[in-house]
């Protein structure tokens, strides 16, 4: 969900970010991706008695995305203080097209679905109508064009979610990075620095006290106006950029040999893993998940242990490249193979990955580039 990890010098707090690819980071993307399919699959049971919280691998991604983000337009909206627009369609050109691909599949296949209606009489927009589920966020076609603009989960549907449930995300993940950039983009304004330190702090203090200690929060509208899922991918995108500033201030002009950074490596995942991991499915240890993703992310983002290359590796890279694909896609898969048809898991997995794939190839990858292209000859 943090767009492409190729990344240009960037000069940051008196230090040179160095140049190339987060290989570890885009692994730990695809992980993270992996633990979501997963955990809706089983509802998150590891067993008898163990929960993992897969919902706290979306905060992650949050946290990484504004790594990612800051690292990738620092120079351009803080030091060369070009535009904001290129940003905002380089954003639109990461996220839409593979979105809107797998939700207008899933109005295709209700259509399918509502061919025996039609064919049994029923009018064509009455038997696609009903063949659609009622989601809890409200009617079908009314809330699939809130889905088509991405503001399917801004505070509009404060009833629960609608069409491809895991795309909640993705609408708050838009508009919260573009206005977390929007501070960056403004940084040399006075008190921009402790603006974008609150919209953290404050942030994730909302979600976790109207929350009650939990981090699980997508739909929820607070006063009718204020949803706690844009809060919650504001709060995590904005401690992503100010991890950024801390590792690359404080970390990377001491970066540990192999031997401590290996060590480091194995806390941080056992930090990550002891929050997971758990007797509830929910539990108010998410009170720390933020600050363990945030340390997770600026030791691996020093790539010096023997955990970082591992996850190097050109396999769990290649995951990380489809894990925004794999997020898209498995929700509608698990929804026919497992819930309608009660296929094996093994063949829901096979048929996730190879959906992420062509979707990956298929769609977001040539989109994104055509976008960009006709952006830049405009």
Same mark, same amino acid.
């Given at each position: 969900?943090?767009?492409?990890?190729?990344?240009?010098?960037?000069?940051?707090?008196?230090?040179?970010?160095?140049?190339?690819?987060?290989?570890?980071?885009?692994?730990?993307?695809?992980?993270?991706?992996?633990?979501?399919?997963?955990?809706?699959?089983?509802?998150?049971?590891?067993?008898?008695?163990?929960?993992?919280?897969?919902?706290?691998?979306?905060?992650?991604?949050?946290?990484?995305?504004?790594?990612?983000?800051?690292?990738?337009?620092?120079?351009?909206?803080?030091?060369?203080?070009?535009?904001?627009?290129?940003?905002?369609?380089?954003?639109?050109?990461?996220?839409?097209?593979?979105?809107?691909?797998?939700?207008?599949?899933?109005?295709?296949?209700?259509?399918?679905? $509502?061919?025996?209606?039609?064919? *049994?009489?029923?009018? &064509? =927009?009455? !038997?696609?109508?009903?063949?659609? /589920?009622?989601? +809890? %966020?409200?009617?079908?076609?009314?809330?699939?064009?809130?889905?088509?603009?991405?503001?399917?989960?801004?505070?509009?549907?404060?009833?629960?979610?609608?069409?491809?449930?895991?795309?909640?995300?993705?609408?708050?993940?838009?508009?919260?990075?573009?206005?977390?950039?929007?501070?960056?983009?403004?940084?040399?304004?006075?008190?921009?620095?402790?603006?974008?330190?609150?919209?953290?702090?404050?942030?994730?203090?909302?979600?976790?006290?109207?929350?009650?200690?939990?981090?699980?929060?997508?739909?929820?509208?607070?006063?009718?106006?204020?949803?706690?899922?844009?809060?919650?991918? $504001?709060?995590?995108?904005?401690? *992503?950029?100010?991890? &950024? =500033?801390? !590792?690359?201030?404080?970390?990377? /002009?001491?970066? +540990? %040999?192999?031997?401590?950074?290996?060590?480091?490596?194995?806390?941080?995942?056992?930090?990550?893993?002891?929050?997971?991991?758990?007797?509830?499915?929910?539990?108010?240890?998410?009170?720390?998940?933020?600050?363990?993703?945030?340390?997770?992310?600026?030791?691996?983002?020093?790539?010096?242990?023997?955990?970082?290359?591992?996850?190097?590796?050109?396999?769990?890279?290649?995951?990380?490249?489809?894990?925004?694909?794999?997020?898209?896609?498995?929700?509608?898969?698990?929804?026919?193979?497992?819930?309608?048809?009660?296929?094996?898991?093994?063949?829901?997995?096979?048929?996730?990955?190879?959906?992420?794939?062509?979707?990956?190839?298929?769609?977001?990858?040539? !989109?994104?580039?055509?976008?960009?292209?006709?952006?830049?000859?405009?």
């Amino acid at each position: 969900m943090t767009g492409a990890l190729a990344l240009p010098k960037i000069e940051l707090a008196g230090t040179v970010v160095r140049a190339g690819r987060y290989t570890a980071l885009d692994a730990w993307r695809g992980l993270a991706a992996l633990s979501v399919v997963y955990g809706h699959q089983t509802a998150g049971r590891l067993g008898a008695s163990l929960f993992i919280a897969f919902y706290l691998a979306v905060d992650f991604f949050f946290v990484l995305s504004g790594f990612v983000l800051a690292h990738r337009y620092w120079d351009e909206l803080v030091r060369d203080r070009k535009p904001f627009l290129p940003v905002v369609i380089a954003r639109f050109a990461r996220l839409y097209p593979a979105h809107v691909f797998v939700l207008f599949a899933l109005l295709i296949g209700f259509g399918i679905e $509502a061919i025996p209606a039609y064919r *049994g009489g029923a009018p &064509l =927009l009455a !038997a696609w109508r009903e063949a659609i /589920p009622p989601f +809890p %966020g409200g009617p079908g076609f009314s809330t699939f064009i809130l889905n088509l603009l991405l503001l399917q989960n801004v505070g509009l549907t404060p009833t629960g979610l609608t069409w491809n449930v895991p795309s909640w995300s993705i609408s708050v993940e838009f508009f919260g990075s573009l206005s977390v950039l929007g501070l960056v983009a403004v940084w040399r304004t006075p008190g921009v620095r402790i603006a974008l330190s609150a919209v953290a702090c404050a942030g994730y203090a909302l979600v976790l006290v109207f929350k009650h200690g939990i981090l699980d929060a997508t739909y929820e509208t607070l006063w009718h106006s204020v949803n706690l899922g844009l809060v919650r991918a $504001a709060a995590g995108i904005a401690a *992503g950029v100010l991890c &950024l =500033l801390f !590792a690359r201030k404080y970390l990377s /002009p001491r970066t +540990p %040999g192999p031997l401590a950074a290996t060590l480091l490596e194995l806390l941080a995942i056992a930090c990550v893993l002891a929050l997971l991991i758990r007797p509830e499915y929910h539990d108010t240890r998410d009170t720390l998940f933020p600050l363990a993703a945030l340390v997770l992310v600026a030791i691996f983002s020093l790539e010096c242990g023997a955990v970082s290359r591992m996850l190097g590796s050109a396999p769990l890279v290649y995951v990380g490249s489809l894990s925004y694909a794999i997020y898209l896609v498995h929700w509608p898969l698990l929804f026919v193979m497992v819930e309608q048809y009660q296929m094996p898991p093994s063949l829901y997995y096979l048929a996730v990955f190879g959906a992420a794939i062509v979707t990956h190839h298929a769609v977001e990858v040539p !989109a994104r580039r055509f976008i960009m292209q006709r952006a830049r000859s405009a």
